[in-house]
């Protein structure tokens, strides 16, 4: 990123976390237009449109994730309706043959109030995507929560073996928890992490996490572990079709929805298992400054989509 798209990035982090700036945005004319850009990144506001959209990508040949937007949830009665949530979308998904992964953040479900609340409902969405052999996939968040969220995860996944678990490739930790995790059943999704985070914890973007994230991808994939590439940067998947990870069943490539389509299309085309990651919810607003932060030319595609609706709604895939 150049110094200007750091500094917009930053700034962007900032505002989607500032409640009077959403506050404000959320009664203003502006508000509209951010929807408009939202759609390309985000299938809808309800769990109708989610699933909606999910048939769409499936009928072409794709699979899907399925999240619910939402993180650092405080009160309990929120993380039990993010949980009910979670329920009736693994209800609507199994009835409709939808085989997706539902994903979520633990802090979404109740970490944040007690490690044991979130660990309970894991279990309660667990057991209930089983009934219907869908795949229930935890995301990874600040390293703060990394050792939390693993323990939690390790306490449910022998009993919900459908359980899987997000790995940071950029957190120097990582080296130690993948040796663990190899020992646990559950797919390992892996990414290169999405925080800003202490210098002593994490590597930043560079050659040397690019090389890191493809030592991890090698470990887990000779492991004949089931493995997630969950990355859009397209010189990393040419390394990973050039060492034909994708050619084993156990290995899939996973993108989120809006992002590098093309690239997740060949993919799919090329009959490698293909996944998009599919949000949907009233946070929308939050999702797309996180699109945004990540790669600030994505606000010159947001402006267009403001300005000429009906461009986000074209499905690229
Ligand atoms: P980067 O090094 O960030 O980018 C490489 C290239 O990819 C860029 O130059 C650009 O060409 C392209 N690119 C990247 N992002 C975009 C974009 N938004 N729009 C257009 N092009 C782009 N992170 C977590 O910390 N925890 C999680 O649980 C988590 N879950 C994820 C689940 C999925 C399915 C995916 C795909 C990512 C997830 N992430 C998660 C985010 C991840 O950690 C990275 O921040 C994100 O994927 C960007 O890194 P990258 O590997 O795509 O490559």
Known sequence: MTQ??????????????????????QSSDLYPLLHRAAKRFV????RDE?????????AKGYVVSLEYIGENTRMENECASAKNELITLIHSAGECSVQSTISFDLSHIGMSIDPELALHHLVEIAKESQLYGLAVMISMEESAKTNQILSIYKNAVMKYPNIGITLQAHLYGSDEDIKELLNYPGRIRLVKGAYQEPTDMALPRSKRLDQRYLQFADTIAKAKHPLSIASHDAAIIEEI????????????????????????KELKDRGYRSKVYLTYGQEWYLY????????????????????EPNRAQVSPY
């Open 241 to 264: 079709q050039n060492r034909n990870y994708l050619e084993h069943s156990h290995v899939e490539v996973e993108m989120l929805y809006g992002v590098q389509p093309q690239l997740l």
């Open 288 to 307: 797309l400054c996180h699109r945004l932060a990540e790669y600030p030319p994505n606000i010159y595609v947001a402006i267009a989509d403001m300005i």
């Open 43 to 46: 299938s809808g506001e309800t």
């Open 50 to 58: 989610a699933i909606s959209r999910a048939k769409e990508l499936m």
């Open 4 to 25: 200007y798209e750091l500094q917009a990035a930053e700034a962007l982090k900032f505002i989607a976390r500032n409640e009077q700036i959403k506050t404000y945005l």
